[in-house]
């Protein structure tokens, strides 16, 4: 009966694969599909570099044995993105709307790249440059357990922290190049008063030197590095404070991007706790954000009484703490609970959640007195998603780890637990508004250039399934099939 069971949910897993791989051209300007090894735990884009591509930093969960040691890989996309799509005559269901934005032509977009430092990766929307890998790690940092949360500070921008399983905290300086390979040499370890797993971890927008972590034994840890600190220097460096900030396991935590000692916590105790690290070792003002455990919250970036949490409830709140008597927006659309939410660096309206049911949701905060033009489960295929949903990303057969805003507009990462690794980009039209679109082209333009522009596509959420040929069809479950079964294969073999 199991055996049955499990034959279900992979034919399931497949089949939904299927779909989205089908319909990821018309939904995205850009996808990079990777099945890696191991799972990764976390993932996040680094701050840019001049003269540097865009980078990304994925922390892995193996077995730790000598031949899959624990790391962080850094990894570069080393690609330009194309200008237009190549879809399928087939993909083409009238004129105008999505389909109008793309170039008609029999080619399919999917293109594969074999042989890389991350295996075979499939992509479309982008080419990788000159000889180079599409992706290709840069460098690779060895760690002693499984790395549970990662966060690039923005101030010090190549010093990347890592949570270890421990309860540890350790940094690492990225421009460094003398690092041993296969040795665990961080450039400075943070030390809690206990050793717990846990997965809050954050840099302070405001004072680069300030680090703070949680652990599931409920302990709320905060460190001073110093400004401009040589880190080889430190060694080792204890806690400058240090609480038992609830009872359970403390989740997450945020800080202020208005108030450089002022944080956010939450936990199994369903509140979110307001510290002020200045005033004393108790909460400065707590209140009830949930009736079940809370795993996830952050700050935005551009008002300061805005909070975001969510958790078991599978419910992200948006809360303004000079109002807390309900919140401001109650956001639904996903089936399991919600892992990680953060705000768009780029854009004050929007922010993002994913979730164990394998979503990952843009949500635009200003959709939400904007009627649809159209019921509910055509426009975005969820039948009890709040109107504020903009964009639901559902290129993972597993629940997702965790997700990261690029610093392109709506440039994305992502992990789950199906070993697979994500880099995705929305069809413009799907966030651009009418003032950002460009202008009409003339009436002597080339047809190239008459293609309708993101502007004149109508505002939608999520494209439901669209046909295609038989043969078309077959083509698409045999290379999805055998992508999907190969990484189901890697997860069962980590489990």
């Not at 923005?154 to 399983?165: F, G, I, S």
């Not at 590095?225 to 935590?253: F, H, N, R, V, W």
């Not at 780890?401 to 413009?428: H, K, R």
Request: contains cysteine; glycine residues 6%; charged residues 25%.
């Amino acid at each position: 009966m199991a055996d049955a069971d499990n034959l279900e949910t992979t034919s399931g897993a497949v089949d939904d694969y299927i779909t989205w791989r089908t319909n990821a051209p018309l939904l995205y300007d850009l996808v990079v599909h990777v099945d890696l090894d191991w799972p990764a735990l976390s993932v996040c884009w680094l701050p840019d570099v001049p003269e540097e591509g865009a980078r990304l930093a994925i922390g892995t969960q193996t077995d730790g044995s000598v031949d899959n040691p624990h790391e962080v890989i850094v990894a570069e996309l080393n690609c330009s993105v194309d200008e237009e799509l190549l879809i399928p005559h087939s993909k083409f269901q009238g004129e105008g709307g999505i389909a109008g934005l793309v170039a008609a032509n029999d080619t399919a977009p999917w293109r594969t790249q074999t042989e890389t430092e991350f295996g075979s990766l499939s992509f479309f929307g982008c080419t990788p440059s000159g000889a180079c890998n599409l992706l290709r790690p840069v460098t690779r940092l060895r760690t002693p357990t499984e790395v549970n949360k990662m966060a690039a500070s923005t101030l010090r921008k190549r010093l990347l922290a890592t949570k270890m399983a421990t309860g540890s905290v350790l940094l690492f300086d990225l421009t460094r190049e003398d690092r041993p390979v296969d040795e665990v040499a961080p450039d400075l370890s943070l030390f809690s008063t206990c050793e717990s797993d846990g997965f809050a971890l954050e840099w302070s927008p405001m004072r680069e030197s300030l680090i703070a972590s949680g652990d599931n034994d409920g302990r709320l840890s905060v460190w001073d590095i110093g400004a401009g600190t040589d880190l080889e220097s430190l060694g080792g460096l204890k806690p400058m404070q240090d609480y038992e900030a609830l009872k359970g396991a403390l989740c997450d935590l945020s800080f202020s991007f208005f108030d450089a000692e002022i944080l956010c916590t939450v936990g199994d105790d369903h509140n979110c706790n307001l510290w002020d690290l200045r005033v004393s070792s108790k909460p400065q003002s707590s209140f009830s954000a949930s009736n079940d455990e809370l795993f996830t919250c952050a700050f935005s970036p551009h008002e300061r009484h805005l909070i975001a949490s969510s958790g078991k409830d599978r419910q992200v709140n948006i809360w303004d703490l000079r109002q807390l008597s309900e919140p401001l927006h109650a956001l639904k659309g996903h089936d399991d609970s919600v892992v990680v939410v953060r705000w768009a660096p780029f854009r004050a309206e929007c922010l993002a959640s994913c979730s164990a049911d394998s979503r990952c949701i843009i949500w635009d905060l200003e959709r939400k007195e904007q009627a649809p033009e159209e019921p509910e489960d055509v426009q975005n295929g969820l039948p009890d998603a709040s109107p504020e949903l903009l964009f639901c990303h559902r290129g993972h057969a597993g629940g997702i780890s965790d997700f990261s805003f690029g610093a392109d507009d709506f440039l994305m990462c992502s992990v789950a637990e199906d070993n697979t690794l994500q880099i995705w980009q929305p069809n413009s039209c799907i966030y651009l508004s009418d003032s950002e679109g460009e202008d009409e082209p003339s009436a002597s333009a080339s047809p190239e250039e008459q293609l309708p522009k993101a502007s004149d596509a109508p505002e939608v959420a999520v494209v439901v399934s669209l046909p295609t040929t038989s043969a078309e069809n077959a083509i698409l479950q045999e290379d999805a099939r055998s992508e999907q079964e190969v990484s189901l294969a890697k997860r069962a073999r980590t489990e």
